[in-house]
């Protein structure tokens, strides 16, 4: 009863706008407190006892059951691989057209970039700021030739990695300054950012990756 109020209440405020396609990545509490409590130090809702987000979890579900033609319920305990060919699979059955990229890559020369900089056989040192600036010179190749003709067709993009993965790697890792990272992403990207990202937690996974989506 609780639920139908708050239902009754969210359409007062949004009117009749409704999301189009809705995706709940979905998974058992336990996991999902455990990765939390591995991945910081909770928070003030981490913090609820298993009864609450149990209670969370199954007012999700039951919006999801109620709500079918707008809402679909991904398994996210699966491997990377299989929670994106869920996302695929919805897609397809909801009729929205979509291509895959990924990055390092995605267009020929993209790809040869790539190459150079994982490759582990160069005669030279590959320094970090040429990682850096091939990073997001092969991004700028992907973006300007692969996403952005897409969006403007209305076709949806599923990407292996965008440029948070160069945050967490390049920034992260390398540790290059945010000033450095935000003036580099802002010539290439020129303030494009996807519509949503789906961050697997690593704790879970053997490497870090980061799909994301653009929509239209």
Sequence with gaps: EMLRSLVGSEMCIRDSLRPDLTLILDIPVEIGLKRASERSTPDRFEQEQVEF???????????????????????????????????EAVLEKHGIPYIKTREPGGTPLAESLRDIVKSASHDEVLTQET?????????????????????????WVIGDRHDLSSRAYQGGGRQFDDSIMNAIADVTLKGFTPDLTVYLDP??????????IYSV
């Design 53 to 87: 987000f149990d209670r969370v979890r199954q007012g999700y579900l039951k919006i999801a059951e109620e709500n079918p033609e707008r809402c679909a319920v991904i398994d996210a305990s699966q491997s990377l691989e299989q929670v994106q060919a869920s996302i």
């Design 203 to 212: 704790v879970s996974y053997t490497h870090l990756t980061l799909p994301t």
């Design 131 to 155: 990682e850096l600036l091939l990073m997001y010179a092969s991004r700028s190749q992907l973006l300007a030739n692969r996403i952005l003709p897409a969006l403007e067709q209305g076709t």
